[in-house]
């Protein structure tokens, strides 16, 4: 069964900060991995995806990720952070058009 | 991408009563889904929504519960049916548009008194 796990529940970042968020998952072939946000009262939006091949993927808004198979890690980045990016942040894997999301992790943004 | 819409945004509804959420889409789609997302939580899959073929769903969901209706390629509704208070959430409609890449509608967020 697919799983993921997002080990932060909440982060504090300044803004102009960098920002990291990491993605744990377990799936028994290549996973395809998402990350979305969501913002408050919103939907979710799709920032970036892996299928396959580089292994760094970019995404809307500045952010990008990092498949890294030997740690089952898909940690999502951004060099500097703006308070529009306070928002729930959600790892998904993908599979048999199904997804499993981890929990999520809430960004607050400080100025 | 694609543009989603679902009716209604929001709804207080009283328990006991049933409410529609209709899922609008503006391309023709293959697979359609329905999540719920309860109050501080993630999104959990209720069912996928095939046009042609009954819903499929997932473990802790039934049809009487929450019944899909899929009669074309471009719209879906999810009934909650004889609400109850724990049926207070957000829930969303998803499109796949193709490499098994879903796409969110806005999400409806139900409070049940």
């Known amino acids: 069964a697919q799983s993921v796990t997002q080990p932060d529940i909440h982060i504090t970042v300044s803004e102009g900060a960098s920002l990291e968020l990491r993605c744990n998952y377990s799936?028994?072939?290549?996973?395809?991995l998402f990350w979305y946000v969501q913002s408050p009262g919103q939907g979710l939006q799709l920032l970036l995806k892996?299928?396959?091949?580089?292994?760094l993927v970019q995404g809307i808004k500045g952010f990008e990720a990092e498949f890294k198979r030997s740690q089952s890690s898909f940690n999502l980045r951004k060099p500097s952070v703006h308070w529009s990016d306070a928002a729930e942040y959600f790892c998904?894997?993908?599979?048999?058009?199904?997804?499993?999301f981890g929990a999520g992790t809430t960004v607050t943004v400080r100025a | 991408s694609a543009v989603i819409s679902q009716k209604p945004s929001r709804d207080i509804c009283q328990r006991g009563t049933s409410l529609t959420i209709q899922c609008q889409v503006d391309?023709?789609?293959?697979?359609m889904f329905w999540y719920r997302q309860q109050p501080g939580q993630s999104l959990t899959l209720i069912a996928t929504?095939?046009?042609?073929?009954?819903?499929?769903?997932e473990s802790g969901f039934v049809i009487d519960k929450f019944p899909i209706s899929r009669p074309n390629l471009t719209f879906s509704t999810l009934t909650v049916s004889n609400m109850s208070p724990e049926d207070s959430s957000i829930y969303l409609c998803?499109?796949?548009?193709?490499?098994?890449?879903?796409?969110f509608g806005p999400g409806t967020r139900l409070t049940v008194l």
């Open positions: 998803s499109v796949d548009l193709g490499a098994d890449t879903q796409y």
């Open positions: 799936y028994g072939a290549t996973p395809y």
């Open positions: 892996y299928f396959s091949g580089d292994t």
């Open positions: 998904a894997v993908g599979g048999d058009y199904k997804l499993s």
């Open positions: 391309s023709q789609v293959t697979m």
């Open positions: 929504a095939n046009q042609g073929s009954e819903a499929t769903y």
